[in-house]
């Protein structure tokens, strides 16, 4: 059974940093693309970043708001998929979901966890 | 980046009747490797996303086939044949033809009348 437990929120003041973790098991950690998607509160969903599995070039793309503050990154020794998270802003207050992509976008999802920003 | 609108916003629906909702993209979501990446997602209140449907029509393991998921090009739908209680929550049309980023629509919740 797929299992990923998101970690590390927390309320941070602007231009304040944050690293959350992802730990994955019940898959083959090692060929997943990984994805972060965040729900600010009261809001839809939005893509945050993707990092494809070394074996497929490990490319990582952000989304726009994010590039340049945020960066995704991976274990692959101990199934952990990560999000620094620098400068952060009010409007980056949400919960934050790793996902395994498969099939086109995110098939599994973590539980999330909350980022407040604020001073 | 491709723009995903949902119609209904908000969908009321009597239990044991069907339900029906659309997601129409600004571009067509056929890939070059014939595939069509549209993805829907149930979000019941208080839980994380969960994915039902993928590829148009593929439903996940455990989703009951009463969900049904059809459509083409830039126009697709979502449908419940017979609703029930453990249904209400807010509809995601996704897709991820056209990456980075993937898109999400905006959202339709559903609720019993």
């Known amino acids: 059974e797929v299992q990923l437990v998101d970690s590390g929120g927390g309320l941070v003041k602007p231009g304040g940093s944050l690293r959350l973790s992802c730990a994955a098991s019940g898959f083959p950690f090692i060929n997943a693309w990984m994805s972060w998607v965040r729900q600010a509160p009261g809001r839809g969903l939005e893509w945050v970043g993707r990092i494809q599995s070394k074996t497929d070039g490990g490319t990582i793309d952000y989304a726009a708001p994010v590039k340049g503050r945020f960066t995704v990154s991976r274990d692959d020794s101990k199934n952990m998929l990560f999000l620094q998270m620098n400068s952060l802003r009010t409007e980056d207050t949400a919960v934050y979901y790793c996902?395994?992509?498969?099939?086109?976008?995110?098939?599994?999802w973590g539980q999330g966890t909350l980022v407040s920003v604020s001073s | 980046d491709v723009v995903l609108t949902q119609s209904p916003v908000s969908l009321p629906v009597t239990l044991g009747q069907p339900a029906s909702i659309s997601c129409r993209s600004s571009?067509?979501?056929?890939?070059?490797?014939?595939?069509?990446?549209l993805t829907w997602f149930q979000q019941r209140p208080g839980q994380s996303p969960r994915r039902l449907i993928y590829?148009?029509?593929t439903r996940d393991s455990g989703v009951p086939d009463r969900f049904s998921g059809s459509g083409s090009g830039t126009d697709f739908t979502l449908k419940i044949s017979r609703v029930e209680a453990e249904d209400v929550g807010v509809y995601y049309c996704?897709?991820?033809?056209?990456?980075?980023?993937?898109?999400f629509g905006q959202g339709t919740k559903l609720e019993i009348k």
């Open positions: 571009e067509s979501l056929l890939y070059s490797d014939g595939n069509t990446y």
């Open positions: 996902t395994v992509d498969s099939g086109g976008g995110p098939a599994w």
């Open positions: 590829k148009i029509s």
């Open positions: 996704m897709q991820g033809t056209h990456w980075p980023p993937y898109t």
